[in-house]
């Protein structure tokens, strides 16, 4: 049974954590991943934007707004798990993801490891790169202050890195809210957190290997993983759209929502539109095929229609990349009274497909497996 709402509580990899659940039960389902140190509710504008037509899930990693902690050391690693986790109990088989910052270190551990879960990915100011030397020693240094003087001064220093400059003046509601995030943040989820992401491993070796859409979504003025670590990202997974959001630096998504939400709406609904367009197009050729007794042309159209099937299949299944290219092929079947246009239609586009296949497997040999 599906619970709709927010702050729903569930029990993942033996803890509770908190999740919001909204949009119709039957649409494409999409994930987002909020980022450190933060909480769901970093994405309420996102979640209000799509659940007209897609079922949307944003959750609270573990020690982070209303989800538990565990007794466990945090890693990416454990995070990614609780993700997976977390689909297996709201019996979600495959999504989109969408991650921001440490919720795109997540998202990229999870396509990784459990790439057959996942139909798209959307990377929002992250990057691919492990913390360098530097980077890690300022984290423990946060550590070490947390314990000694409590979490409001590193608060205070975090916001300083995380907004465009002239959104402390223009957004001093939305800097506050994240503040709040920050301080209802224990020390302990806060340093186990830091340390985890001075240990996460480098994921930039791995984004060849990504065979889903995906859009990568940068604030301009981000100064934590700034465009030019998106840049590297989008050379780097073939295929890819890069988005850079004006007016805006570490938190995109808040700093100019409209933008955001543009750039993403537009993406994810170009991912259910395909799906869409398949389903039809596999409905009309049946259709036409049952609609009178089965002649030798039918019997073409029948076979030329198994072709498409699995080709097509092989497309999503294996080289979903390609994807993208399948809107260019028809979407309706003529009439049942031309069977010759039919023929000649369902033809051209078994070729086209069978071109575009072989075409993609002699440029790039080393995708096959």
């Known amino acids: 049974m599906r619970y709709l709402g927010t702050n729903i509580e569930m029990t993942v990899n033996k803890l509770s954590v908190s999740y919001t659940d909204e ?6 389902v999409i994930i987002l991943i909020h980022g450190f140190p933060f909480n769901k509710s970093m994405w309420n504008k996102q979640v209000e934007m799509l659940i007209e037509n897609f079922r949307v899930i944003a959750y609270d990693i573990r020690g982070f707004g209303n989800s538990g902690a565990g007794l466990v ?7 990614a798990d609780d993700l997976i986790g977390l689909m297996d109990a709201l019996k979600i088989e495959k999504a989109m993801l969408c991650g921001l ?3 795109g270190y997540i998202a990229l551990n999870a396509i990784e ?22 980077g890690i020693q300022k984290r423990m240094l946060a550590v070490d202050n947390i314990t000694k003087y409590g979490i409001e001064p590193y608060a205070n220093e975090t916001i300083k ?3 465009a400059p002239e959104s402390f003046v223009t957004s001093k509601e939305k800097i506050a809210a994240i503040k709040e995030m920050i301080m209802k943040t224990s020390a302990q989820s806060l340093s186990g957190t830091l340390i985890a992401l001075s240990k996460r491993k480098e994921t930039c070796t ?18 934590i993983t700034p465009p030019e670590a998106a840049l590297l990202m989008q050379k780097k997974i073939k295929g890819s759209i890069l988005s850079i959001i004006e007016h805006a630096g570490h938190l995109s998504n808040i700093e100019n929502s409209f933008d955001f939400n543009n750039q993403l709406l537009k993406f ?6 395909q799906s869409d367009q398949h389903t039809k197009r596999d409905r009309l050729v049946t259709e036409v095929l049952n609609s009178r007794k089965i002649t030798n042309d039918e019997k ?50 078994y070729e086209s497909l069978h071109s575009l296949l072989n075409k993609y497997k002699t440029e790039y040999p080393k995708i096959e497996e």
């Open 161 to 163: 890195n995380l907004f």
């Open 101 to 103: 910052s440490m919720g």
């Open 73 to 79: 050391d945090f890693s990416i690693e454990l995070f």
């Open 113 to 134: 490891n459990f790439p057959k879960r996942f139909n798209a990915l959307v990377l929002c100011d992250t990057t691919c790169m492990a913390d360098t030397p530097e």
């Open 23 to 28: 949009g119709p039960d039957e649409a494409p």
């Open 206 to 223: 791995k984004l060849a290997e990504i065979m889903v859409p995906v859009l990568i979504v940068v604030g301009k003025e981000d100064k």
């Open 268 to 273: 994810v609904s170009s991912i259910h539109q």
């Open 300 to 349: 073409m159209l029948l076979d030329l229609n198994s072709k498409i099937l699995k080709i097509t299949m092989t497309i999503k299944d294996d080289y979903p990349e390609l994807s993208k290219y399948l809107d260019e092929m028809p979407v309706t079947i003529p009439s049942e009274k031309d069977p010759e246009v039919t023929l000649n239609l369902l033809k051209g586009y």
